[in-house]
Structure formats: C-alpha cells, structure tokens
C-alpha cells in the first residue's frame, strides 16, 4: 500500500532543504573568507602589540610609539578610511592571542625562529635582530659574549632571546651561574643597572638603543649566532592569505624605496641591510 504524502511530511522537508541550503550557505562563505577584505568592510584594522620594547614600541605621552608605529604611518594610507586599533599586552600573550584570533595580525617585534616560521606567516624583515649582550659601563669583566661564563644573565620570558640565551651557555667551556627572566626588557635592563644581574641578552638594536639613551649606566660587548631578523606575524591559512601578502608587499615597498632605512636612522642611529624575504630556515639535516 502506498502512503499517503501527508501534509505532517512538508514541513519536515522544508526544513530539511532549508538546513542543506544553510550548510550550502555557510560552506560557501568559510571558503571565500578574506581577512583583508573584512577590514575593508569594517574600516578597522585589529593588531597587537607590546608597546614596552623601544625603540620599536613604547608609550610616550598615553600614545604608542616608535620604529613599528612609524612603520604602520606609512602603511594605513593604503588602507584608505580603515582605522588602525592597537591592542597593547605582555609579549607572553601576543602570539597565542592571534591563534585565537583576538586581532588580526601582530605589529611587535617577532624573531623569526624556524618554529615560529612554521607555526605562523612571518612577514618580510623589519629589522635586524641578532643576538647581543649587554653589561654595566663601568663592568670590566665582561668584554665580548664569551665572558658571560659563569655570569647571571637576564632575558625576557618567552622570548626567542631567551631561547638564544640558553643553547649559547650551552656552548660555552662553562655555562653561565643563573638565568633570570622578566615580563619585560625594560625590567631586565633595571635589574642590571642595579646589579642583580651581570648581562643582558637582547636583539643587537634593543640594547644599541638602551646604551645609546644611557651610556654611563650600560655598554654592548658584542653579538652571538648566525644573523636573525624581526618580522610581525599572521595566521598562516586562508583567510588571511591576503592580509598577509598585503603587509609583505608595503614592507618590501617601504624597504625598497629607502623609508625604512630613514626610520633605522631615526630610531637606530644607523641603517641595517635587510633581505627582501626571510631566508629559509636553516635545515636541521
């Protein structure tokens, strides 16, 4: 026998073909996603920030400052009548905080690390960040990075420096005593002037600026490892394909038209010579 279609069975398949065209729906919109696109549309552009790492970022006067805001004053013109919200945290929260899509692209000072290359879009560099030490002016037993032996050193909490910090005492006859870590540099290069720590251990233009703004109270003896740079970061899908090609291409631009060399004298006191792209990272082979 057959059954009758029954007027109970429409609504079922009403909502059934409504479900599959919302599934169609949503299907189509996740796969056109474009991050750069929504900032267009929204007329804000999200980024963090740590804006206690000068030069590069620091607060003077309630505003954010320094060589990465100078940088981003020659970008948002490209981005006509979107504006440019800078979330400022510790760095320990910067790169967790773009997985979880807090804000759209990270604006600070990213060592790029092979990890990180792999876990995150790495933009083109914006800086040079090899490893240095740093000491007290007046401290004459330390004069080049090897002669942090047996010395506490200091370096920021979670940072790539640290890292740097920890396989070079390794390579050394002797390691050094003690680490000590901080939330922050600015706390590390208070802990050396006073003495609790011996040397510092930063990227080369961080501490050129701290002797440069102190030079009674601190000196660099040197740099350590193979040459590294500063990048910012982006989510490494889809999505955010185009925002990332977008910020590449303005650093690129801004690096081949001479800006970002005026803006390392500005903050630097000197230029760097930097690559178009990140090198591939080393392999482990």
Do not use: C
């Not at 010579?273 to 990140?278: D, I």
Request: net charge negative; proline share 5%.
């Amino acid at each position: 026998m057959t059954r009758p279609f029954t007027a109970s069975i429409i609504p079922r398949l009403a909502f059934t073909a409504s479900g599959i065209l919302l599934t169609a729906t949503l299907g189509m919109t996740t796969a056109h996603a474009d991050l750069l696109e929504d900032i267009k549309d929204e007329g804000v552009f999200t980024v963090g920030t740590e804006a206690r790492f000068a030069p590069f970022e620091f607060v003077e006067d309630g505003e954010i400052v320094g060589y990465s805001a100078d940088i981003m004053a020659e970008i948002m013109p490209e981005l006509d009548g979107v504006e440019l919200d800078r979330k400022d945290l510790p760095w320990q929260g910067i790169l967790p905080g773009l997985e979880r899509e807090q804000f759209d692209y990270v604006v600070t000072s990213v060592t790029a690390t092979p990890e990180r290359m792999e876990r995150f879009h790495l933009s083109a560099p914006i800086a040079d960040a090899t490893m240095a030490v740093m000491t007290r002016a007046g401290d004459d037993s330390v004069e080049s990075p090897e002669d942090i032996a047996g010395k506490v050193a200091g370096a920021q909490a979670g940072s790539a420096q640290l890292d740097a910090l920890e396989a070079y005492s390794e390579s050394l006859d002797e390691s050094v005593a003690a680490i000590e870590t901080y939330t922050s540099v600015d706390e590390a290069y208070a802990d050396l002037g006073n003495g609790r720590v011996d040397v510092v251990i930063n990227s080369l233009p961080n501490l050129m600026e701290a002797a440069r703004t102190r030079p009674d109270t601190f000196k660099v003896v040197g740099t350590f490892g193979d040459p590294v740079y500063f990048s910012w970061a982006g989510r490494d899908n889809e999505a955010s394909a185009s925002l990332n090609t977008f910020m590449d291409e303005q650093i690129q631009r801004l690096n081949e038209n001479g800006t970002l060399a005026e803006l390392q004298e500005k903050w630097f006191g000197d230029t760097m010579e930097l690559p178009m792209e990140l090198p591939a990272p080393a392999s482990n082979e």
